[in-house]
């Protein structure tokens, strides 16, 4: 066993962008071998870093290459952590449970890589609870952005009844017989210890991560005087469609770059 963070095994991806080299890493989070994603541009640099904070769980929502190659290409280093019990990685994932300490150790691996003071969170989906917990945990990150992102995970249970069961399994049981599984997980009783400025990004129309989620957010965020700005689109679900995607990724990629110092 090595310390967390340390790096064990690094091999070169195939890159769907011949400006982005994509490498697989295998670094040591609590005792385990966890895995992720590094996407550099290939031009000789110093870049300032994203830690990406992948949504689902297990196969659905796994991370992209395409997707963070094209983050890297707006001029970041950008590493994505698969969380444990993910592509080979050891452990189970476990929801934004201990697995929130994969994500919390990739920052450390991300900084062997990029500018180690400009250092962002950009989440997606389940992600958001993991980048949320991180910028509580740590206080080196520059700015965090959060995309159709999970901020309340009673409002999860709530709302995601196929989800119910994966849940019950991965947390112990549902908030009224394991209070304690949520409330290990509840970021918003913590909210208070971040310090982070905040972009939510959020599609009225989701679904699958309720425009609730970003309104408590916003609303905790507000209550403990954490600046926060919010982009919100009316007419979107989850999924944005593709032209406004990239434009959206483009336009929250500059507004991290203007972070910086703040």
């Not at 699958?208 to 905790?220: C, D, G, I, Y």
């Not at 700005?229 to 406004?244: D, G, K, L, N, V």
């Amino acid at each position: 066993m090595k310390p967390n963070g340390t790096i064990e095994k690094v091999r070169t991806y195939p890159s769907p962008n011949p400006k982005i080299v994509l490498k697989e890493i295998t670094y040591w989070s609590c005792g385990l071998r966890v895995k992720g994603m590094l996407a550099s541009p290939k031009k000789v640099g110093s870049y300032e870093g994203i830690l990406y904070c992948r949504g689902g769980m297990q196969s659905i929502g796994m991370v992209r290459p395409a997707r963070i190659a094209q983050i890297a290409s707006e001029g970041f280093i950008v590493f994505a952590p698969y969380y444990r019990g993910n592509r080979g990685g050891e452990g189970k994932d476990e929801f934004a449970g201990e697995d929130r300490w994969d994500a919390i150790y990739a920052v450390d691996v991300l900084k062997q890589y990029c500018i180690p003071e400009l250092i962002h969170l950009f989440a997606f989906s389940r992600g958001g609870i993991m980048a949320l917990w991180i910028a509580i945990l740590r206080n080196d990150i520059t700015s965090l952005v959060t995309w159709a992102g999970v901020s309340d995970i009673y409002l999860t249970y709530e709302e995601r009844l196929d989800m119910r069961k994966m849940m019950k399994r991965v947390i112990g049981g549902m908030p009224t017989k394991y209070p304690l599984g949520y409330e290990q997980r509840d970021i918003l009783t913590r909210i208070e210890e971040m310090k982070v400025s905040t972009l939510i990004i959020h599609g009225e129309q989701d679904k699958n991560v309720s425009f609730e989620h970003a309104k408590v957010l916003e609303q905790a965020l507000i209550g403990n005087s954490i600046p926060v700005e919010t982009w919100y689109y009316p007419e979107f679900t989850h999924f944005f469609p593709s032209r406004i995607n990239r434009r959206v990724l483009k336009d929250a990629c500059r507004w991290m770059k203007n972070q910086r110092g703040v």
